[in-house]
Each structure stands twice: as structure tokens, then as C-alpha cells.
């Protein structure tokens, strides 16, 4: 069975990586069996993959557009919380 992936590497995020990996992990989670999506954190870099077979394609390119649209709302996010000066590798806020 023919099948595509795509992978997708946000270098040099530093500890916001395992933040953004953490922040799409529970829509990963509800994903059909037929769709294989991976996140991980290689030092500073977020790796994410999305395998699916070939004729899922029109699937794959949405997942894709969906991880971009959130990592692009949670990094937006994170960078007001540093603006604040809290920091995003803590998982605490200012008390």
C-alpha cells in the first residue's frame, strides 16, 4: 500500500519545543486509526509527522493546516507570555 508523510521540524524552539509538543498532543490523540501522527522534541526542535495511506491525501494536507494554525495560535501565545516575563517551560503562571 502506497502511503505519503510529511514531516514538519521547528528548529531552535529551545524549551517552548516540549510546550507546543504538550499543546497538540490531545488532538493527535482523537485522530482516525488510519492517520499515524508523531510529536517529539529533538533537543531544541519540534518534530511532527502525519502518515496516512496515499489516498488520504485531501486528509493529510488538512492535519497539516491544522498543526500549522495551531502552532502558530500557541507560539503567538507563547510570545506574549515571555513578553510578560513568565516563562513558557514552567507549566506555572505569575502568581
Known sequence: MRRIRVELRIEGLG??????RRAL???????????????????????LSVEAPIER???????????LDCLYAALKTLEGL??????????????
Not at 524549551?15 to 507546543?20: G, M, Q, R, V
Not at 493527535?28 to 526542535?45: S, Y
Not at 513578553?83 to 503562571?93: A, T, W
Open 57 to 67: 491525501l485531501g486528509s493529510v494536507r488538512n492535519t497539516v493546516r491544522d498543526m
Open 82 to 95: 515571555e513578553g510578560k516575563g513568565l516563562k513558557s517551560d514552567s507549566g506555572e503562571g505569575a502568581r
Open 25 to 47: 498532543r490531545p488532538d493527535d490523540q482523537t485522530a482516525p486509526p488510519w492517520l499515524e501522527i508523531h510529536e517529539m522534541v529533538d533537543d531544541e526542535d519540534l518534530v
Open 15 to 20: 524549551p517552548a519545543a516540549e510546550a507546543l
